[in-house]
């Protein structure tokens, strides 16, 4: 009684005294009529396991286990104190003795039928998460196959499938793992099996996590902890325990700051919990443990601050970690060992090389000395060291320690595993700084031919949006290379081209994977995907449509709420069940591409690249890798991204058409160099190019970041001329449309043309109902006038009457043609009809002239924040938002994005700064040209800034002519230019681009 009662209290020195002294008194009665019960001994055996008796614990529950048999036969009661004696002897390392005792378990489990289910089935799972922890996975399947029945039996058949999937995923079988997951997961009852859900839950979240999946992981991560406050508190281990994983996933997706504010929390708890000797975490789990958990969090609070630069605050953690490691144990063990090279880590972030360095080897010595079989980390411990010698700028030390570990890694790892191509990414940069530019450039491309080998399947299993979140990373490692080829590759070096290759392969990836997902599923076999992709386009665009409103009375949170996981469960679900099948990445290569140019083409690709400097970035690149016919590629650089930026910038006071003469004049005097600065805009673009291009008759082109703002066909190269006069200046998202021979796109004879013009943007409420119903209401349109070119599309939402003869007159242009024409003007040009242009009845061509818009300051996806006005959509800005479940009439790209256009040829946007949007190096511009490429058109005809009306309604005019008379939409576009530019200055016809 004395033993059990300081056991409680959590007094260890008494607790500890009485036990021996009970064990002993108990040993002095065994076979008289004073013997203990089985009960007494197995008690006995936890407060002796406890103090670390182990000898003594073990021989106590040998005789609980004998204590517990009825007439000779085993009880239930046997199984139990079996599990309990098997399970000590595995955690104090005697492996083999214990998985003996679990193995007699089981056949004692055998002779008792469906007596003994339930206390069988917790004992086999028992001795399963060990055999799993040991790697004897294929060993724990076969139990888990074996004895499903008993699980059944006791009614524990979810725990048991659990454990089952959980073995799976261990043996890589994951797809059948997350199948298994899934059912659990669906199958979960909040009165039964809430506890098991976490777990169910957890396992999900940390396949998700493993996948790069981070918008699931969080979202279960997320579910574990309020699962866990639900059946516990907010005071408790297994609360903070799950507070912990969620931690370790905001660190993992670089949500620092996020993680820090968890990991704060955990550290918080556990180590009141090692200073409470009256709590009962501290009572169970006994000075020692509940001190290493603290530690343990100290650790990883100390790695986060350090990660973030809060140096102070990191060296405290660690501090603290290092004295409690020495305090409970001694100098040589591994928990001391682990600690000091967290300091290590430290010391070298905040620059104390010195220190850092004998941190660094003496963790590494007492790990290969003592621990050299169990520190799975040692490999990374020596990786780290040769990081710090190469910030000591000693890349020689730096190498012999890359180099060994580049050989362990090797012995451990297949070809291709993430560890080991870290190996070739470190000494890569080691090899670099020694000179040995060639071997480092070849090591590198080892690195990236291993992720792009994994790039396919990673998306496959990916939202478009986590698909953005990867790629941030997987691209920087491609910058890294990008740089390093600039700095070390010689002229004419065959590492241009595998530059060039997997450039093509990184260009527009998201647009690719994006427009290649949808069209699969669309035309997918299976009519319950077809039906399935169908609610997840029309879910998406209701919900898009819903953007900003919020705060709206009318649209409960609830429903976007509701609305936003329905359409990322529909996209999940969608790219699990389909993504093995979609070709993501473009195979497009150098060799093919240059095999598609015809004599006197070539196709430049630019790209924005970093300079480094001491690892960091020091500023961002232009440059281009020009691709001709012959297949030779050459790479030119342009200069600093800084100096474009600095010249496209409005000047202070400077008008839209000030600003766009002063860009796209050449100066004929020098003392016209501040009005004009064309040659500039030429020396920053395509000047550096010239040598290699002048003799080509036709150039490909897709830009690269803030490249996508110019008009390089417009851009003067001398005085009075521009470049679109000396060679056919094609603009392309992609080289794909090079490869395919897919750039002279004609018409059929009997196109459908829909226009929209002439729209009403303050239109009542009656009106668009009417609308809607199909009902013309009255004309309100405003009379047309010999208007000034001084309205624009974009200064404000007025009546644009340049819009509606822009119409009319296409119209007349092209009435001789068989071309079917629909003209949508005033109220009728609703949103709601424009959401109607979707799969059969898309137009092969569709005008949109209207405001457009790009909110440029705002935050948020970029398109929610570009789109274009329709019928009633000036009052929709001003707040006065249509009701009655009418449409707003504000239609953003976003709401394009969800549209089925793959059979439109053509859209043409003849509106205000409809190519503007979020520029980024790889992908283009987010905007409307975004949206409607993601739906599926072919080309766009867009605007890089505030059109004048009049003579863009010429332009539109002209343009159509040349396209009803036959010519290709290349081809007619470059004649309206060209006649355009004759007439007008540049600010009239440059603004329009024309990208496939």
């Known amino acids: 009684s004395l033993a059990q009662y300081y056991f409680t209290l959590g007094d260890e020195q008494n607790g500890h005294h009485w036990t021996i002294r009970s064990y002993e008194l108990e040993k002095a009665q065994m076979g008289t009529d004073q013997e203990a019960s089985s009960d007494k001994w197995h008690l006995l055996g936890l407060m002796l396991e406890s103090y670390a008796e182990s000898d003594k614990a073990w021989e106590c529950y040998r005789y609980a286990i004998r204590g517990s048999y009825e007439k000779g036969k085993p009880?239930?009661?046997?199984?139990?104190?079996?599990?309990?004696?098997?399970?000590?002897?595995?955690?104090?390392?005697?492996?083999?003795?214990?998985?003996?005792?679990?193995?007699?378990?089981?056949?004692?489990?055998?002779?008792?039928?469906?007596?003994?289910?339930?206390?069988?089935?917790?004992?086999?799972?028992?001795?399963?998460?060990?055999?799993?922890?040991?790697?004897r996975d294929q060993d724990a399947l076969h139990i888990l196959e074996s004895r499903r029945k008993i699980a059944k039996e006791a009614g524990s058949l979810n725990a048991w499938d659990l454990a089952t999937a959980d073995v799976i995923m261990q043996l890589n079988r994951e797809d059948e793992a997350m199948d298994i997951y899934g059912r659990l997961y669906n199958n979960f009852t909040a009165d039964r099996d809430t506890a098991q859900h976490i777990e169910i839950a957890s396992s999900m979240a940390e396949y998700q996590m493993q996948s790069g999946n981070y918008a699931a992981a969080e979202k279960l991560w997320l579910e574990t902890v309020t699962l866990s406050a639900a059946i516990s508190d907010e005071d408790s281990l297994d609360y903070y325990s799950r507070l912990d994983d969620l931690a370790t996933y905001y660190d993992r997706v670089g949500r620092k700051f996020q993680a820090i504010q968890y990991s704060q929390q955990v550290f918080g708890f556990r180590l009141r919990m090692a200073k409470d000797t009256t709590s009962m975490?501290?009572?169970?789990?006994?000075?020692?443990?509940?001190?290493?958990?603290?530690?343990?969090?100290?650790?990883?609070?100390?790695?986060?601050?350090?990660?973030?630069?809060?140096?102070?605050?990191?060296?405290?953690?660690?501090?603290?970690?290092?004295?409690?490691?020495?305090?409970?144990?001694?100098?040589?063990?591994?928990?001391?060992?682990?600690?000091?090279?967290?300091?290590?880590?430290?010391?070298?972030?905040?620059?104390?090389?010195?220190?850092?360095?004998?941190?660094?080897?003496?963790?590494?010595?007492?790990?290969?000395?003592?621990?050299?079989?169990?520190?799975?980390?040692?490999?990374?411990?020596?990786?780290?060291?040769?990081?710090?010698?190469?910030?000591?700028?000693?890349?020689?030390?730096?190498?012999?320690?890359?180099?060994?570990?580049?050989?362990?890694?090797?012995?451990?790892?297949?070809?291709?595993?993430?560890?080991?191509?870290?190996?070739?990414?470190?000494?890569?940069?080691?090899?670099?700084?020694?000179?040995?530019?060639?071997?480092?450039?070849?090591?590198y491309e080892k690195v990236l031919d291993a992720e792009v080998a994994r790039l396919n399947e990673t998306f496959a299993v990916l939202s478009a949006a986590e698909q953005e979140d990867y790629l941030t990373t997987f691209r920087f490692d491609f910058d890294i290379y990008n740089?390093?080829?600039?700095?070390?590759?010689?002229?004419?070096?065959?590492?241009?081209?595998?530059?060039?290759?997997?450039?093509?392969?990184?260009?527009?990836?998201?647009?690719?994977?994006?427009?290649?997902?949808?069209?699969?599923?669309?035309?997918?076999?299976?009519?319950?995907?077809?039906?399935?992709?169908?609610?997840?386009?029309?879910?998406?665009?209701?919900?898009?449509?819903?953007?900003?409103?919020?705060?709206?009375?009318?649209?409960?949170?609830?429903?976007?709420?509701?609305?936003?996981?329905?359409?990322?469960?529909?996209?999940?679900?969608?790219?699990?069940?389909?993504?093995?099948?979609?070709?993501?990445?473009?195979?497009?290569?150098?060799?093919?591409?240059?095999?598609?140019?015809?004599?006197?083409?070539?196709?430049?690709?630019?790209?924005?690249?970093?300079?480094?400097?001491?690892?960091r970035v020091k500023h961002w690149e232009l440059g281009a890798l020009i691709l001709n016919d012959t297949g030779n590629t050459m790479f030119v650089s342009i200069g600093k991204e800084a100096t474009l930026e600095k010249l496209l910038e409005n000047k202070e006071g400077e008008s839209v058409q000030d600003?766009?003469?002063?860009?796209?004049?050449?100066?004929?005097?020098d003392e016209d160099s501040l009005l004009f600065q064309g040659d500039r805009v030429f020396a920053t673009t395509w000047k550096p190019l010239m040598p290699f291009v002048q003799h080509s008759k036709r150039v490909y082109y897709t830009p690269a970041g803030i490249m996508n703002l110019v008009n390089l066909s417009a851009v003067p190269d001398k005085l009075d001329h521009f470049l679109f006069q000396q060679m056919e200046l094609i603009?392309?998202?992609?080289?794909?449309?090079?490869?395919?021979?897919?750039?002279?796109?004609?018409?059929?004879?009997?196109?459908?043309?829909?226009?929209?013009?002439?729209?009403?943007?303050?239109?009542?409420?009656?009106?668009?109902?009417?609308?809607?119903?199909?009902?013309?209401?009255?004309?309100?349109?405003?009379?047309?006038?010999?208007?000034?070119?001084?309205?624009?599309?974009?200064?404000?939402?007025?009546?644009?009457?340049?819009?509606?003869a822009e119409v009319q007159g296409i119209d007349r242009q092209i009435k001789e043609t068989k071309w079917k024409v629909e003209e949508v003007t005033g109220t009728l040009a609703t949103e709601e009809l424009v959401r109607g242009f979707s799969g059969d009845h898309a137009p092969d061509i569709l005008h949109i002239a209207t405001?457009?818009?790009?909110?440029?300051?705002?935050?948020?996806?970029?398109?929610?924040?570009?789109?274009?006005?329709?019928?009633?959509?000036?009052?929709?800005?001003?707040?006065?938002?249509?009701?009655?479940?009418?449409?707003?009439?504000?239609?953003?790209?976003?709401?394009?994005?969800?549209?089925?256009?793959?059979?439109?040829?053509?859209?043409?946007?003849?509106?205000?700064?409809?190519?503007?949007?979020?520029?980024?190096?790889?992908?283009?511009?987010?905007?409307?040209?975004?949206?409607?490429?993601?739906?599926?058109?072919?080309h766009t005809i867009m605007s890089l800034w505030k059109v004048s009306d009049k003579e863009t309604a010429l332009f539109m005019q002209t343009f159509y002519g040349h396209l009803a008379a036959g010519l290709s939409i290349q081809e007619a576009f470059a004649r309206t230019r060209d006649s355009m530019s004759k007439r007008f200055a540049p600010y009239y016809w440059a603004a329009f681009v024309l990208q496939q």
Not at 351 to 363: I, K, R, V
Not at 763 to 779: I, P, Q
Request: aromatic content about 10%; glycine content about 8%.
């Open 75 to 135: 009880t239930e009661t046997t199984v139990s104190y079996m599990s309990r004696a098997a399970s000590m002897a595995v955690n104090l390392g005697h492996e083999q003795a214990g998985f003996e005792q679990f193995d007699a378990l089981l056949l004692t489990c055998d002779t008792l039928g469906k007596d003994g289910a339930v206390v069988c089935t917790d004992a086999a799972l028992n001795y399963i998460s060990f055999l799993s922890a040991a790697f």
């Open 281 to 443: 975490e501290y009572i169970f789990f006994g000075d020692a443990l509940t001190r290493e958990l603290a530690v343990n969090s100290a650790l990883s609070l100390g790695r986060l601050y350090t990660n973030v630069g809060m140096y102070d605050e990191a060296g405290s953690m660690f501090t603290y970690a290092l004295d409690e490691s020495l305090a409970l144990h001694a100098d040589t063990s591994f928990e001391y060992a682990y600690a000091l090279e967290a300091m290590a880590g430290y010391q070298m972030d905040k620059e104390d090389f010195d220190a850092s360095e004998h941190s660094y080897l003496e963790a590494i010595r007492l790990s290969d000395t003592y621990y050299a079989d169990i520190n799975v980390n040692g490999t990374t411990w020596k990786d780290n060291l040769s990081e710090l010698y190469m910030r000591m700028h000693q890349p020689e030390k730096a190498l012999v320690v890359a180099e060994q570990v580049l050989s362990d890694r090797q012995q451990q790892y297949p070809e291709g595993h993430p560890i080991l191509t870290a190996s070739y990414s470190r000494l890569s940069g080691i090899l670099g700084a020694l000179g040995q530019t060639d071997s480092a450039l070849t090591l």
């Open 483 to 615: 740089d390093m080829v600039v700095r070390y590759a010689k002229p004419g070096s065959l590492h241009f081209q595998r530059m060039l290759n997997y450039q093509l392969l990184n260009r527009s990836l998201l647009l690719y994977s994006g427009t290649a997902a949808r069209r699969s599923m669309e035309q997918h076999p299976d009519a319950a995907i077809r039906s399935m992709y169908q609610e997840w386009m029309e879910t998406g665009l209701y919900l898009s449509g819903l953007a900003g409103r919020e705060t709206d009375q009318e649209v409960p949170s609830s429903l976007i709420d509701s609305l936003q996981q329905r359409t990322e469960q529909l996209e999940k679900d969608l790219t699990l069940r389909t993504g093995q099948d979609i070709t993501f990445v473009p195979s497009v290569t150098a060799h093919a591409l240059s095999s598609a140019l015809q004599e006197g083409e070539c196709y430049v690709l630019f790209l924005r690249y970093p300079v480094f400097e001491e690892a």
């Open 659 to 669: 600003r766009i003469s002063r860009l796209y004049t050449f100066p004929e005097l």
């Open 731 to 804: 603009q392309l998202a992609g080289p794909e449309a090079v490869v395919q021979r897919a750039t002279e796109s004609t018409l059929k004879s009997n196109a459908t043309l829909t226009m929209i013009g002439g729209v009403q943007y303050d239109a009542s409420d009656d009106a668009l109902r009417s609308a809607v119903k199909g009902v013309e209401t009255a004309s309100t349109d405003i009379p047309l006038s010999a208007e000034s070119s001084v309205i624009t599309r974009g200064d404000n939402w007025k009546y644009l009457p340049g819009t509606l």
């Open 851 to 938: 405001h457009g818009f790009f909110l440029d300051n705002s935050q948020g996806d970029p398109l929610h924040r570009s789109g274009i006005l329709l019928a009633g959509g000036n009052r929709s800005w001003q707040g006065d938002r249509p009701s009655g479940g009418l449409q707003d009439g504000i239609f953003t790209a976003a709401e394009v994005s969800y549209l089925d256009l793959h059979k439109t040829k053509l859209v043409v946007l003849s509106a205000c700064e409809t190519g503007l949007g979020a520029v980024d190096a790889n992908e283009g511009v987010f905007g409307l040209q975004r949206g409607f490429a993601l739906a599926g058109v072919d």
